[in-house]
């Protein structure tokens, strides 16, 4: 499967943006989905995930509450909804796919830039 993010962009803190990943190749409907994000220098770090059979939701603390993953598999895309963004939030989004999380299919990342 391929994936493909887009929606990053630069914005100022407390501002919402919403991140996509259109699958393309196989249906994700059978695949946990999520979102990791890196920073340079830094480990790569899990945002949020969701998983295919009951669509449960999952979340780093750093996210939680201001982040919400969504999936539509008639679409073939997972979202990530990003309000009151912060400064931290700063960095290279990549989707993410697998029959477990974290799986083995990886976008090409989206960047995100909230400015102060």
């Known amino acids: 499967v391929q994936l493909q993010a887009s929606g990053g962009g630069s914005v100022q803190a407390g501002d919402s943006l919403r991140l996509s990943c259109a699958a393309s190749?196989?249906?994700?409907?059978?695949?946990?989905m999520g979102w990791f994000r890196h920073v340079p220098g830094k480990p790569r770090e899990f945002v949020a995930a969701?998983?295919?059979?009951?669509?449960?939701?999952y979340y780093a603390d750093s996210v939680k509450g201001r982040f919400t993953i969504s999936r539509d598999n008639a679409k073939n895309t997972v979202y990530l909804q990003m309000d009151s963004l912060k400064v931290e939030d700063t960095a290279v989004y990549y989707c993410?796919?697998?029959?477990?999380?974290?799986?083995?299919?990886w976008g090409q990342g989206t960047l995100v830039t909230v400015s102060s």
């Open positions: 190749g196989r249906s994700i409907s059978s695949y946990d």
């Open positions: 993410n796919a697998g029959s477990s999380f974290p799986g083995k299919y």
């Open positions: 969701i998983k295919s059979t009951s669509s449960n939701e």
